[in-house]
């Protein structure tokens, strides 16, 4: 019997922190829940830079930022992209089997109508990849690299986009 009272109180005592922790977040809303975010990203038109790089960026943040050609564009985002390779992973022969590649961005976000630039910044990415003795697949391993890391970098100026509209007074 004691027993059963034990796992009671244990209950209700567990039950009771987990009703003061969920009470602490009842004012946490969702960044994309806030007013004008997911609207002013969809109002984002992205500007590809030059490069495989840039391509493969400017197709990540279309389908991050949800624009469709032909809706309304509030925003232009124009980004430079800035890649860099090094060796990494050395064999006893002295030659590179592993690298990691650097994306660096610097983009700006401009006002559509005035051109005025509206917000910026500087997103820095670092993957890795193994590189095969074949040739094909010392390219394919390269050109996977590119793609990961235009992924996270679509990701990570996304997320301050996001961070940047819901901060921002609704018009």
Known sequence: MKRNLLIVARTFAIAALSMTVLSACAGFTP???RPGVEGGLASIETIAAEGRGGYLLREQLDDALAHRQG???AYKLAFGVNEQRFAR???LDNVANRYELRMSVTWRLLDARTGAEAHKGL????VTYDSADQPYAAIAAQQDGQERAATEAARKIQLDLATWLAGKKPA
């Open 31 to 33: 960044l994309y829940g």
């Open 71 to 73: 809706d309304p564009v």
């Open 89 to 91: 992973g050395v064999r």
């Open 123 to 126: 997103t820095e990415v670092s």
